[in-house]
């Protein structure tokens, strides 16, 4: 199983930016989905989780300006992120989850978002 992150890049403040993770692999069934972070030397952090049949989670930071969102035909998730602001600059990955709260595979490569004041 992999999952493989995209859509990052540089970005003024105020801007706007749609990551994407695509599912790659034998997975029977995803449960959840999920958006993390980590900053330059911060930990990381949980931004926004989707699951089957509840509503989404935010980081109380981004809420109001991202928006998680599901393509399951295409094993896609994605993170319509704006307003971005420089404090939203970190590597960004993603992580999907069985029914019994197992993640599948390991840490991506992740996907650079450089926001510039």
């Known amino acids: 199983v992999q999952l493989v992150e995209s859509g990052g890049g540089l970005v003024q403040a105020g801007g706007s930016l749609r990551l994407s993770c695509t599912i790659s692999?034998?997975?029977?069934?995803?449960?959840?989905m999920a958006w993390y972070r980590q900053g330059p030397g911060k930990d990381r952090e949980l931004v926004a989780a989707?699951?089957?049949?509840?509503?989404?989670y935010y980081k109380d930071s981004v809420k109001g300006r991202f928006t998680i969102s599901r393509d399951n035909a295409k094993r896609t998730l994605y993170l319509e992120m704006n307003s971005l602001k420089p404090e939203d600059t970190a590597i960004y990955y993603c992580r999907a989850y069985g029914p019994g709260g197992a993640a599948f595979g390991s840490w991506g490569q992740g996907t650079q978002v450089t926001v510039s004041s």
């Open positions: 989707s699951s089957n049949g509840s509503n989404p």
């Open positions: 692999g034998s997975i029977f069934s995803v449960n959840a």
